[in-house]
């Protein structure tokens, strides 16, 4: 991926992971990734509009999945399209959690471990803070 088109896809997110909203300042050791929202092995293309930063763990858990399973209608749905969706519209907050709130929302929190409680220890610590969400 050339250098222009990583840096585009970290200024567009503003640093923050494009699925948990993560800040990458406050990320663990493992520094944030810009992804394949479809992945190469599906023909999604290295074009920005196909890009997304993601911190360590929501790239390693979504991997080159596309679906997932809406864990209360047990169907499977696309999971969350930075690209194409509204964070606001398939996701909010409940303190330190993430609350799918459409059947893709649901099924990317559970593929994404969004709310693994390493996860929610994490926010739970910058929202004592002030400094997360
Ligand atoms: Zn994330």
């Not at 494009?18 to 944030?32: I, Q, R, T």
């Not at 990317?108 to 610590?125: E, G």
């Amino acid at each position: 991926m050339i250098a222009s088109l990583r840096e585009a896809g970290w200024r567009r997110a503003r640093y923050r992971c494009e699925y948990c909203l993560l800040p990458e300042a406050h990320a663990a050791v493992v520094p944030f990734q810009i992804e394949h929202i479809i992945a190469c092995q599906h023909g999604g293309p290295t074009v920005l509009a196909n890009l997304a930063l993601a911190c360590h763990h929501c790239n390693l858990s979504k991997g080159p999945n596309l679906i997932g399973i809406d864990p209360r209608a047990r169907a499977f749905v696309r999971l969350f399209h930075p690209r194409r969706m509204k964070w606001e519209r398939h996701f909010q907050w409940d303190g330190p959690r993430i609350i799918g709130c459409t059947p893709i929302g649901r099924a990317t929190v559970a593929v994404l471990q969004m709310n693994h409680p390493d996860r929610i220890d994490v926010r739970q610590a910058l929202i004592r803070e002030g400094i997360f969400p």
